[in-house]
């Protein structure tokens, strides 16, 4: 494999660790920047570049895990000592709130996983996705409450938790952004943009790991020791980028809120719908 084929899966993997943790959606620009520029099905087979960018996935979630370990720790009640001293809290974020926010996102993404990735995987859907996202991003810091009335990722409640579940559902669509989606119906639930982006975080781990380790176990067949440097390169390069981008980002929120990312959003569709169509 020549360097030029690895630099495409250095550069995919950027993509894919420094947008999929932010609210721009990295599914939607995977889209445009492969489809516009990278071309990577000219380069590899259709289903090699689809297992390509579950690896890079694979990569992001892992640096979701690193940077939330304690976290991690405290829900599955692996080390007790823990438990009190995660950010000062009482260990009171269970597992069980998690499992509520994931059920609605899980149960409409298995029902329509393959008519999603048959029919809205396009360009034209993403400039959609990325708009209307914007829109509800701006409408959460124009109606949030002036005063969060969640601070703190442990106060959240079983109804928070459904309610984020069902938000989420809108990121099923390409370009809408899971963590744009997801925050943003947390601020207009009154929760602070860090404790929304906090519970946002952890409850990726496990819908994007039991969804890319079932594509990743029906695409076994496409890690050919060809195809396995472009593969480690991708996935390492996505962990780098998604772990820098992770710790920046949850530095930032409460002060920048989301407007920015609306704005970048809003320009980017504009941007893409000139040059592509």
Known sequence: MDFL????????????????????????????????????????????ANTFKIVIQLGSILAVVIVFKDRFVQLLGLDRKKIAVVRGSAGRLKLAHVIVGLIPAGVLGLLFDDYIDEHLFSTSTVLIGLVIGALLMIAADRFAPKKPLVESVDQITYRHALAVGLIQCLSLWPGFSRSGSTISGGVLLG???????????????????????????????????????????????????????????????????????????????????????
């Open 5 to 48: 084929t690895l630099l495409k899966a250095i550069i995919l993997g950027l993509v894919e660790g420094l947008t999929e943790f932010a609210p721009v959606s990295s599914t939607g620009h995977m889209i445009i920047v492969d489809d516009m520029w990278l071309k990577s099905e000219e380069f590899l087979t259709k289903y090699v």
């Open 191 to 277: 929760m602070s943009h860090r404790a929304a982006a906090d519970f946002t975080f952890i409850m990726a781990v496990p819908i994007m790991a039991g969804a890319s380790g079932i594509s990743l176990l029906k695409n076994l067949e496409y890690f050919t020791l060809d195809a396995l440097p472009f593969f480690i390169v991708g996935f390492i390069s996505a962990f780098v980028f998604a772990l820098i981008s992770i710790k920046f980002f949850l530095k930032l929120i409460n002060r920048i809120k989301l407007v920015p990312f609306a704005i970048y959003r809003l320009v980017l569709a504009a941007i893409v719908y000139l040059v592509y169509f």
